[in-house]
């Protein structure tokens, strides 16, 4: 391609935090602005690449990666953007594509209102620009992360979209009225529940009755944004999922729930879901549609529902619990008859899958694991009595599950890392300005920490996840307590025990038909997640 002979991509990008959606007035400010240079300068369109409503700091958008893909295809060889936050605020990332990936692929870049362009050699001033655009970037992720939590704090309504059964008041976009139709649906879910029915049933009676799913109602409303939640013909099919998810939502008892998920990067935008301690919970901020009494009613009837077997009607105490040690699929109770009396099992489905080549048979008497169970939950109440023989004997779990890494070091050390990068990336940088160092080696070291600095990001994310698990432990330790505090007298184990203070029971292989009957069970007890 004649590099005299240009054909132009014209990328323009719009973040929702610049304002505007769709194709705004500002992407056709961009437009215009960019088309005009390109007929003034006799360059040839090829296309247009625009991404209305992304981020800067994450280049993982769909118009920029098709402008990639079209680079890759020798389709264009001159990238122009209205200046350089549009091509993105990473002065990382900004420094790799216009400093090594464009050069490498003989494409010009142009940011018009910046005066760069990668022809004319007059680009000293941005890497200076691409630092500027990417602090921008992070102190508007803290003032809008604040601003955010500040407004949760008193109540408002932060949601982008109204919860089912409420809609948000015209009058005031942070505040929840209640929806008359929907809300009726809602009403009819908790009464069922309340009565005894399952997910699984109101699900199905929902579907009969053709009820429109909260997604089809929006859509129906006129939100395109749940389109792709609704498959053509099935707009009332109702699963147990999406009954669950009502019957745990707090907002329906007048409560606003914010902080559910938290964004852990501002660059990747990746969130995780916090525990919820971690929630912000304002009672009494808008009208209920179901009463504190019956909503706190509805989740022990949910925690402690039992299905009957069709074939053989069987209490099973642990339903759901226990779990196969050698594949980890979940183990159900079958009752068969022996010399006139039903005896009942636990037997594993990952069995008949996998028995030629893991040769594990898990099988074992349901009354062994109640005996089991119930001997080790008593030995388990007893240490409670001993606050220090309790904390010793979890410190030694954690040390052995590796659990206990001194966090705040490593994670001081790779974040140590990342600004030693920085500062390297910078001075690389100056000293090419500078002439110091060729082209060649200055794109090389670029190269190197840019990838360095990627790989040590993603596990900064990683460990911080993992130090928040940790953080979380002896705060959970006594929510057991607590827990275990309410059932100290037992005599006998019940399913409400079982339930509130085992998280599993895994049942270990007994290693074939013709193996010495030995095995090992674990119990897993709820907030520890480790076996005691």
């Not at 122009?80 to 216009?98: A, E």
């Not at 827990?483 to 025990?497: P, Q, Y």
């Amino acid at each position: 391609m004649n590099q005299e002979i240009y054909s132009v991509g014209i990328y323009c990008r719009l973040s929702l935090d610049d304002g505007g959606q769709g194709d705004s007035s500002s992407i056709q400010t961009q437009k215009m602005i960019l088309e005009k240079y390109c007929n003034d300068n006799n360059f040839k369109i090829y296309d247009y690449y625009i991404d209305d409503g992304f981020s800067g700091t994450n280049f993982n958008r769909p118009a920029f990666q098709r402008l990639i893909k079209d680079v890759e295809n020798n389709k264009i060889n001159l990238v122009i953007t209205k200046d350089l936050s549009r091509l993105g605020r990473d002065y990382i990332q900004c420094g790799y594509y216009t400093e090594i990936y464009f050069p490498d692929k003989n494409i010009r870049y142009i940011a018009l209102n910046d005066s760069i362009d990668t022809l004319k050699g007059n680009n000293d001033i941005a890497p200076f620009r691409n630092i500027l655009n990417d602090m921008y970037s992070k102190d508007l992720s803290r003032k809008v992360k604040a601003s955010i939590r500040q407004r949760s704090l008193q109540g408002l309504f932060m949601g982008s979209n109204a919860p089912y059964g409420y809609i948000k008041d015209p009058n005031n976009k942070n505040k929840l009225i209640v929806n008359s139709e929907t809300a009726l649906v809602v009403k009819y879910i908790f009464d069922k529940i309340l009565k005894g029915y399952g997910a699984v049933r109101i699900a199905r009676e929902l579907t009969e009755n053709k009820v429109l799913t909260p997604a089809s109602y929006k859509v129906k409303t006129g939100d395109t944004r749940f389109l792709r939640y609704v498959e053509e013909g099935h707009e009332c099919r109702w699963s147990n999922g999406k009954i669950y998810k009502i019957v745990i939502d707090p907002v329906y008892t007048g409560a606003i729930v914010c902080a559910k998920s938290q964004v852990v990067n501002y660059k990747t935008k990746k969130s995780v879901v916090n525990s919820k301690d971690k929630w912000i919970v304002v009672p009494n901020i808008h009208e209920a549609i179901i009463s504190n009494e019956d909503f706190e009613r509805a989740q022990k009837l949910i925690q402690a529902r039992h299905i009957p077997r069709r074939k053989v009607e069987f209490d099973d105490m642990f339903k759901g619990l226990v779990k196969c040690a050698v594949c980890g699929k979940r183990m159900t109770v079958s009752v068969q008859t022996r010399y006139g009396k039903q005896v009942a099992y636990y037997r594993c489905h990952g069995f008949l899958s996998i028995r030629a080549k893991e040769k594990h048979w898990t099988s074992i008497k349901y009354v062994d694991v109640y005996n089991i169970v119930f001997e080790r939950v008593k030995e388990f109440f007893k240490l409670f009595k001993d606050d220090n023989k309790l904390l010793e004997l979890v410190k030694e779990k954690m040390e052995k599950s590796n659990i206990d890494i001194n966090y705040e070091k490593e994670l001081g050390k790779l974040d140590a890392r990342i600004n030693t990068l920085s500062n390297i990336t910078k001075k690389v940088y100056d000293d090419y300005f500078e002439g110091l160092i060729h082209h060649e080696t200055y794109q090389d070291l670029l190269k190197k920490y840019h990838n360095e600095q990627s790989e040590i990001k993603e596990k900064y994310n990683l460990m911080l996840l993992e130090k928040n698990k940790k953080d979380d432990y002896f705060e959970d330790l006594n929510k057991l307590k607590q827990t275990v505090n309410s059932f100290l007298d037992f005599k006998v184990l019940t399913r409400e025990m079982a339930y509130s203070l085992i998280e599993k029971i895994e049942i270990d292989s007994i290693g074939g038909f013709k193996q010495p009957k030995q095995r090992t069970i674990n119990i897993t007890y709820r907030f520890l997640k480790i076996e005691l």
